[in-house]
């Protein structure tokens, strides 16, 4: 919900989403102090950022970056210090950014915020306002309305702190055309690649050279620890499918939630608006009713002319171009003294002249439907997904704390678990320490228990631990093989390979940079060059990134240059520039366009930036570093 705000205003699209990455520009660094463990992670200006705080944020994350990526995410990715730094650094940001919007007085009234959410299209049904899917939302970030309602107002305060500054970036034309044109500029070129291959019969190894290489690196042959394992799931989805729902269930839940399976009733109503404020002179009042009275003698003498009197008419200029249609709507979607003659209205009537506190209108009813409530039948299946889904999570809760109390008072089997929740025991491949593992074993906690003593030596089952929301597991070692060394006659020949090539890697590069210097001088090198063809700084046509950067930093001022880079372990190329197309107008076009906006973008982003330092000296920052490395989370 809170990403709504973030994607609603221009401000939005690049600014509030940084606060969900590391600022590179904040030096957080700088500030980190080993202070005592128990004073919060952090502290802002004169507040505390707590432990508890930091989790939250960072299981929030994790489940946006889940929801993301279609729920595939592996959870060690998020238990790195950097992922902790990151998230941490986002919270300092929202904490400065709203002390900041604070001290400038900036608030969000209640009236601001009910628009605001009036507004949200995921918030409304038939084009209206759901109050039920509000409070959905609501419940969804597992939050009261208040606590919800605060959050959304600190972010809308942010926005209207952050406005001026991303707003009143502009960069100037003539240095958006220069850095437009470096982009688009285009170089010919034609390139030969010397590959180590084709010097690896030069390459002469001395005879110990592979036992040296051996010696001194005997750790990358070293095969890790490798566990094979059995273990068992608790999850919340596998004790909502073993929920049997009864029809009596489902009928009394019928019963007890009549409101939500029924349809208040709508009307489709039409409106001609004369505009009057509440507070305008009475002499305006007069002359707005005057008009009004006027179009309803018209209207009367002739009804089928609404919709075109309405058009002509009306100031409520988005019904006007629909004939003053206002589509369907219930109860409590319009002001009191409009709704109130809209439902006090037959079908095909029109209205008296009503005042509302947005003018005169004159109303004609075009639509009713009546109340509707959909048949226990129609809704079966909602109903039991939902009694199921309340029973699980309900059976869930109450089995977590019993699981893990199991595996660990019963440690040397699993199988009381299984059998009291209606398990199964699965098993595992050979599992090396260090490698990447498949789900749940790509959990660092659940891995370090199962290669932790207790796990090898006495083979007691792992403690129950969280490898996603709502999923618990608990593994126990079956089988055991410690790390060792690989002998020398079993790595030989890869040894020897990767010996050759390096070698050989070697002269390629010696070769291309004698190339190089012949070529310089204006010396003929026999060279097979691939056929020419353009690269710019966009696109490199399969120029590493590095040899692009040595194409565009060569002086063009006289054809053809020549430019080498070498590829440490993969040869060296040879690229000869021949000739040079500059990168003029582009604006017209839609890449031109579109890199426009990035270099405004650019410019926004380094003032965003800069005033970001700025109010940031104005809060001091402490990290506290014991607690943030605390593996106690």
Do not use: C
């Not at 019904?319 to 709704?339: C, H, I, N, Q, T």
């Not at 089995?399 to 678990?417: C, I, R, T, W």
């Amino acid at each position: 919900m809170f990403d709504i705000v973030r994607n609603n205003r221009k401000i939005t699209q690049g600014f509030l989403a940084l606060i969900t990455l590391p600022f590179a520009f904040w030096g957080v660094d700088s500030y980190v102090r080993n202070a005592d463990s128990g004073a919060g992670v952090a502290t802002v200006g004169g507040s505390t950022i707590s432990l508890p705080e930091l989790q939250s944020a960072t299981r929030e994350q994790q489940d946006r970056v889940r929801a993301q990526l279609g729920g595939k995410v592996a959870p060690a990715m998020f238990e790195t210090p950097q992922m902790r730094r990151a998230v941490l650094d986002s919270l300092i940001t929202q904490r400065v950014l709203a002390e900041q919007a604070q001290k400038a007085r900036l608030v969000v009234g209640n009236e601001q915020l009910a628009q605001f959410i009036a507004g949200v299209p995921s918030l409304q049904e038939n084009g209206k306002f759901s109050k039920e899917r509000y409070e959905a939302v609501v419940a969804a970030q597992g939050m009261s309305k208040e606590m919800f309602e605060a959050r959304l107002r600190q972010d809308m305060a942010m926005q209207q702190l952050m406005l001026p500054v991303t707003d009143g970036a502009v960069g100037s034309q003539e240095a958006a055309g220069r850095w437009l044109a470096t982009q688009l500029e285009q170089r010919e070129i034609a390139q030969v690649l010397l590959a180590p291959d084709a010097y690896a019969g030069q390459v002469k190894l001395a005879a110990d050279a592979v036992q040296k290489h051996y010696e001194t690196n005997r750790k990358q042959f070293e095969l890790p620890d490798q566990i094979r394992a059995e273990f068992v799931v608790l999850s919340r989805d596998a004790l909502v499918s073993q929920t049997v729902v009864g029809e009596d269930e489902i009928k009394a839940y019928y019963q007890s939630h009549a409101d939500r399976y029924r349809t208040g009733e709508t009307r489709r109503a039409s409106h001609i608006l004369i505009p009057a404020a509440k507070n305008a002179a009475e002499a305006d009042i007069k002359a707005a009713k005057s008009k009004a009275d006027e179009l309803l003698a018209q209207v009367k003498a002739s009804p089928s002319d609404f919709a075109k009197l309405a058009r002509e008419n009306s100031q409520d200029t988005i019904s006007a171009a629909k004939g003053g249609d206002l589509d369907w709507f219930g109860r409590g979607a319009m002001v009191k003294a409009f709704e109130d003659a809209v439902f006090a209205l037959k079908e095909g009537q029109t209205s008296d002249v009503v005042r509302s506190d947005f003018g005169f209108h004159i109303i004609r009813l075009t639509g009713v439907r009546p109340e509707q409530v959909k048949p226990i039948a129609e809704v079966k299946a909602e109903i039991v997904a939902e009694i199921r889904r309340e029973a699980g999570a309900k059976r869930y809760s109450e089995a977590a704390e019993a699981f893990g109390n199991m595996v660990y008072e019963q440690a040397d089997s699993l199988k009381p678990a299984v059998e009291k929740w209606k398990l199964e025991t699965r098993q595992t491949q050979w599992l090396p320490r260090g490698a990447k593992l498949p789900p749940p074993f790509d959990n660092k906690k659940l891995v370090d228990a199962l290669f932790g003593d207790d796990a090898l030596k006495n083979k007691r089952n792992t403690e129950a631990v969280e490898v996603a929301p709502g999923t618990l597991v608990s593994a126990r070692v079956l089988e055991h093989k410690p790390a060792a060394l690989q002998p020398l006659e079993t790595v030989k020949g890869g040894i020897e390979k990767r010996l050759v090539r390096e070698e050989a890697a070697k002269l390629a590069i010696k070769d291309g940079e004698e190339k190089l210097a012949l070529l310089e001088k204006g010396e003929t090198v026999k060279l097979v060059w691939s056929a020419a063809h353009n690269v710019s700084r966009l696109d490199g046509k399969g120029v590493p990134p590095e040899g692009l950067r040595a194409v565009f930093k060569a002086d063009v001022g006289k054809l053809p240059v020549h430019v080498g880079m070498g590829f440490p372990g993969n040869g060296y190329a040879l690229y000869r520039i021949s000739s040079v197309k500059p990168g003029g107008g582009g604006k017209e076009d839609q890449r031109g366009r579109a890199l426009a906006q990035q270099y405004t973008r650019l410019v926004a982003e380094e003032e965003f930036a800069a005033w970001m330092a700025t109010v940031k000296e104005r809060y001091p920052v402490t990290i506290n570093k014991a607690a943030l490395e605390s593996k106690e989370r």
